[in-house]
């Protein structure tokens, strides 16, 4: 295994942070991998995920290292359009894109292009579709002067103690995970976050998702089904609206349900690798 590389430069202004890594004997034909971080993370999440099957990991505006413009609304369509300029700027014309939680942004692009996505991942990612109704703590960050509290009031004790929820293994998120978070949960992606949230209410999620039929690239839906926040049929209803999806569903795992069941990467891999 090789040690991703890190990278910052600007894009148009806005400096972008990405990890990357080359394939081990990708097989002739395949796209790069591109990762997609959830909240209120950042590509640190896909370190382990790029030394096995190479790819790129990127910052989004707003999170860890890249930048965090107060001018940015970071809504959903926003990103859409930071992916397609992320990956014309670094000259990759076809992707298979990997999500999870918030990456589910990738999905809009691969609405809008789905003629540059070769095979997409979806792990236990915010529902584009209809029926969802925003979990406890979303609720409060979409909450005007409630969202700016909850956010003043989330210090690594805070965090330690509001993840023990998040998976299936005992205790909270594990330390490194939390340190993560921590060290880039600054007003500017607390910024992100309220922002984020306030332009995504139900009716916004389910008409982000409205040309799901259109993406033919075939795909994996993988969900920790005991996840808190998303409910496990939201699982099933994304493997129902995409057409050449297949369902792996993990019983005993969460939020992030590579942290309970390591052998999820190897999993995703062997998938993206398939030919």
Request: proline share 9%.
């Amino acid at each position: 295994m090789r040690e991703p590389s890190e990278h910052t430069e600007d894009l148009d202004g806005l400096p972008v942070f990405w990890r990357e890594a080359p394939e081990p004997d990708a097989p002739d034909g395949l796209a790069p991998v591109l990762y997609l971080h959830g909240v209120p993370s950042n590509s640190d999440e896909w370190t382990a995920w790029l030394s096995l099957s190479g790819g790129v990991a990127v910052d989004l505006p707003g999170f860890g290292r890249s930048g965090k413009p107060g001018s940015h609304q970071y809504t959903i369509e926003e990103y859409d359009a930071f992916i397609e300029s992320f990956l014309d700027w670094r000259g990759i014309e076809r992707v298979r894109l990997v999500m999870h939680d918030w990456g589910a942004v990738g999905l809009a692009f691969a609405q809008r292009r789905p003629e540059r996505v070769q095979r997409m991942v979806l792990i236990n990612v915010v529902p584009f579709l209809p029926g969802y109704r925003w979990h406890r703590t979303a609720r409060a960050w979409r909450t005007p002067v409630l969202g700016e509290l909850a956010m003043g009031a989330t210090v690594g004790y805070t965090l330690k103690q509001l993840s023990r929820e998040a998976n299936v293994t005992p205790g909270p998120l594990p330390e490194d995970v939390r340190r993560s978070i921590m060290d880039h949960l600054d007003h500017g992606t607390q910024r992100a976050i309220l922002r984020l949230y306030r332009s995504s209410p139900s009716e916004r999620l389910a008409a982000a998702g409205a040309h799901l039929g259109d993406i033919r690239a075939p795909t994996l839906v993988a969900w920790g089904t005991r996840d808190p926040y998303i409910p496990a049929r939201f699982a099933r209803d994304y493997a129902h609206a995409l057409p050449h999806a297949e369902l792996l569903e993990l019983p005993d795992a969460g939020h992030w349900p590579w942290l309970d069941r390591p052998d999820l990467p190897e999993r995703v891999h062997e998938f993206l690798t398939r030919t």
